[in-house]
Each structure stands twice: as structure tokens, then as C-alpha cells.
């Protein structure tokens, strides 16, 4: 079974809807992120939560909202959809309690692809 | 600003030669490095990390990677390709203080037969 799981996995919209991209976690990692994947940017991070009570805005948030429902879930939302938020999605996790510390890997989930027409 | 330098958008090798995917890096401090692969249709899988200590660092699936300070680069190598190689290698950089990673933009490994 996958530790992150994102859905749904494909998504066309048109402009102007509401759309809801989730993420849930079965890792027990406490951080999130939500990327998004454009060709030729690498991944830019929307936004990203150390706890439910702890959320933060990323480098592009602009456009976009999120909800830690619980530790294992977070969902990313897309209030007004417009075409340049077409892209790829990806929802993370990592643990800081590692033997690494602060810095350990991140785990991804599969990714939804986003098309707003 | 912190930023993570991929230089090379496309590469393509033959299966059985040699690989080298560079990464450079703009940051203050001892950064943390690490290096993921995205195969098509998935997410990111971590291939190796450099915290401190022995500047050449394994990874899984024969990869390795040398961190030289003196270059800001932390390359990643592989000794003779496989077919299976062939998919998206993203280089990144933990941002000291913040608990956040960034990212450079990818190197598509092509492997030809």
C-alpha cells in the first residue's frame, strides 16, 4: 500500500470552478507540503504544515488554500481555477525526528494531474 | 538567495556508459543536499542525501554523489547506465531554519539501447 496517496489522480476543470486536490498520509510523518511541477521550473512549493495548527505559505500561494484536516490529511484547494494553475501536484511528507534530524528526505506522493481549460 | 542550479535540461547516454548529472548550489551555510528521481507517471523517490561527514555519499541503484564545497556542486554519478535509469533526476537543497527544500529544475536522462 502506498504511504502517501494522492486524489484524484487526473483532474480537467474549466476556469473560474472550485477544485479540491487531497492528500492523505499513513506515515505519521507531522509535516506536509504541497508542490506543484511546471516543465522546465523543477517543483515550487504552494504551501506547508508542521502540524494542524502550524501552516504556512510557500514561494506561489497566491491562488491557491489548504486545510490540515487531521496529520494524515491535507488538501490543497483551488478556489477559482485558471488556466496557468495546469500542472502536476505533488503532496509530501517528511519526519523531523529521524536520525538525520531536522533534514530527512521527503516521501511524494504519486502526483495529480491538473488541467484547467 | 538560496537556488539550486541544474545546468543540463536534457542528457542522453548509451546503456553500459557512464553517467554525470551536475548540481550547483547557491547557499550561506553547510547545506544539505540530496538528490531524487521521478520516473514517469511518479513521485519523487529519494536517491541519495548529504548531510556532513564523508563528502562522497551511495546511493540506492548504483548511484553515488561527491559534494565538493569548493565548487558548490554536488554531482551524480553512475559508474554504467541501465535502460531503467531513464526518467527525471531533480537536485535540491534544505534550507537551514525553515524546514523547506528547494528544488532544481531537472535533467531528463535519456538511455539509448
Known amino acids: 500500500d502506498a504511504d502517501v496517496t494522492q486524489t484524484p489522480r487526473n483532474r480537467i476543470t474549466k476556469t473560474g470552478k472550485r477544485i479540491m486536490l487531497e492528500c492523505s498520509q499513513t506515515k505519521g510523518h507531522d509535516r506536509m ?4 511541477q511546471d516543465p522546465g521550473l523543477g517543483l515550487r512549493l504552494i504551501y506547508y504544515s508542521f502540524d494542524v495548527k502550524d501552516i504556512n505559505k510557500g514561494e506561489i500561494s497566491d491562488g491557491y488554500s489548504v486545510s490540515r484536516q487531521a496529520q494524515a490529511k491535507f488538501s490543497l484547494s483551488l478556489e477559482s481555477a485558471i488556466p496557468n494553475q495546469t500542472a502536476l501536484y505533488f503532496c509530501a511528507t517528511s519526519d523531523p ?11 511524494f506522493g504519486p502526483g495529480t494531474r491538473l488541467t484547467v481549460l | 538567495a538560496q537556488s539550486v542550479t541544474q545546468p543540463d535540461i536534457h ?9 554525470e548529472l551536475r ?5 550561506g551555510a553547510t547545506p544539505y543536499l540530496f538528490w531524487y528521481v521521478q520516473s514517469p507517471g511518479q513521485g519523487l523517490q529519494l ?12 546511493g540506492i541503484k548504483g548511484f553515488e554523489a561527491e559534494f565538493k564545497r569548493s565548487q558548490s556542486s554536488f554531482n551524480l554519478r553512475k559508474p554504467s547506465v541501465h535502460w531503467s535509469d531513464a526518467a527525471e533526476y531533480f537536485c535540491a537543497v534544505g534550507v537551514r531554519g525553515t524546514y523547506k527544500y528547494i528544488f532544481g529544475t531537472g535533467t531528463r536522462l535519456k538511455v539509448l539501447a
Request: a negative charge.
Open chain 2, 23 to 27: 548540481c550547483n548550489y547557491s547557499y
Open chain 1, 97 to 107: 525526528t529521524g536520525t538525520s534530524g531536522s533534514y530527512n528526505e521527503q516521501f
Open chain 2, 11 to 19: 542528457i542522453t547516454v548509451s546503456e553500459g556508459a557512464s553517467l
Open chain 2, 47 to 58: 536517491l541519495l542525501k548529504y548531510f556532513s561527514g564523508d563528502t562522497l555519499v551511495q
Open chain 1, 33 to 36: 507540503y504541497w508542490y506543484r
